[in-house]
């Protein structure tokens, strides 16, 4: 029943590794995104899907590579990590341009 | 670009009181959205109300109810007879019309004293 579901809930991961977020979403929305939320619980937009084409691009390092092979799905791969990316990282996503955003429950990311 | 601004880092409120919490943004359009979410410490984004800028009618929600002024790009949320539950992070977020990137304020923490 989980409207946007994303995986894992939590990431432990060494330096220089590369991982992978994955979303789904069972809302029929044709928009999704990742947002980042960093250790001052900020919220800031890193991508954002329309029916599988990307929309919105932030300047975010080209480690971080979204992939999205349907409209209800939408993974991010994060290369070469680094400290500096540890936060907790959302997806969400929308209807009609216009709805609220629908968000997963978040994954913390923990770089060491 | 749109940017939203909340000036208050932290609040608290007595249990049965009410608090409102403060936010303010800047935009050139005139057809938007405007959200308020909690986050409470499970990390979860609840939505708690929306509002739309081509609605005079401030929306409520049960005990939340928001105050907007369009003309002063001022959007608050009134927490009425507060309750421990609503401890949380508040933010305030803005999405113009047909747009796809709502934009976040910085939050604002939420205590509720018992």
């Known amino acids: 029943d989980t409207a946007v579901s994303q995986t894992p809930k939590y990431l432990v991961t060494q330096m220089g590794n590369d991982k992978s977020i994955k979303c789904e979403q069972n809302?029929?929305?044709?928009?999704m995104y990742w947002y980042k939320q960093d250790s001052k619980k900020f919220l800031k937009i890193m991508f954002s899907?329309?029916?599988?084409?990307?929309?919105i691009n932030e300047t975010v390092p080209n480690r971080f590579s979204p992939k999205s092979p349907d409209k209800a799905h939408l993974n991010l791969h994060i290369n070469s990590l680094e400290l500096g990316d540890s936060a907790v990282y959302f997806c969400?996503?929308?209807?009609?341009?216009?709805?609220?955003?629908?968000f997963g429950n978040g994954t913390r990311l923990t770089v060491t | 670009a749109q940017t939203v601004t909340q000036s208050q880092p932290e609040m608290s409120v007595q249990e049965a009181e009410t608090v409102t919490l403060s936010c303010t943004y800047d935009?050139?359009?005139?057809?938007?959205?405007l959200f308020w979410y909690k986050q409470p410490p499970s990390r979860q984004m609840i939505l708690v109300i929306r509002?739309?800028?081509?609605?005079?009618q401030n929306a409520t929600e049960n005990r939340f109810s928001v105050n907007f002024q369009k003309a002063a790009k001022s959007f608050s949320l009134k927490i009425s007879d507060s309750q421990l539950g609503d401890a949380a992070m508040y933010f305030c977020?803005?999405?113009?019309?047909?747009?796809?990137?709502?934009?976040f304020g910085p939050g604002t923490r939420l205590s509720v004293l018992p």
């Open positions: 969400a996503s929308s209807q009609d341009r216009r709805g609220q955003l629908h």
């Open positions: 809302l029929g929305h044709d928009t």
């Open positions: 899907y329309n029916n599988k084409e990307l929309i």
């Open positions: 935009t050139s359009e005139s057809d938007y959205y």
């Open positions: 509002q739309e800028a081509y609605k005079q």
């Open positions: 977020a803005y999405n113009r019309n047909y747009g796809q990137n709502f934009v």
